[in-house]
């Protein structure tokens, strides 16, 4: 969550990043959401959608959340890493399976550049 300078936690591991989703998206945290991507990230939306940067993802954020839906945190997998690149990946709830690429930042911190949030589909 963000603390009252509204400055949200980063995530000191890969795996912190999906935590931070599950917490972010059932509170309606758009911006928490957006803060867990690089600027220049890719999300994957429905229907073969992409979202490039902070504001598209941010829209996709918006309308997804308009409606409140809760999210089920998942089964995560551990992260496969490479030096600065991690491959993180949850098995939902639903039967589905997330798979995300994410970058160790200049300040240790991880955040996603590319989101799969629906690999079965």
Known sequence: MANSDGV????????DLSRFFVERANAGNVDGLVALYTPDAVLAGPGGQVATGSEEIRQVYE?????????????????????????????????????????????????????EPNVLA
Do not use: C, I, Y
């Open 63 to 115: 309308r997804l959340l308009a409606d409140r839906p809760k999210f089920t945190p998942g089964q995560q997998r551990p992260a496969l890493r490479n030096g600065d690149l991690a491959l993180t990946s949850t098995r939902l709830v639903d039967g589905g399976a997330t798979a995300e690429v994410a970058r160790r930042q200049p300040d240790g911190t991880w955040l996603w550049v590319l989101d």
């Open 8 to 15: 949200h936690e980063r995530a000191a591991v890969p795996e």
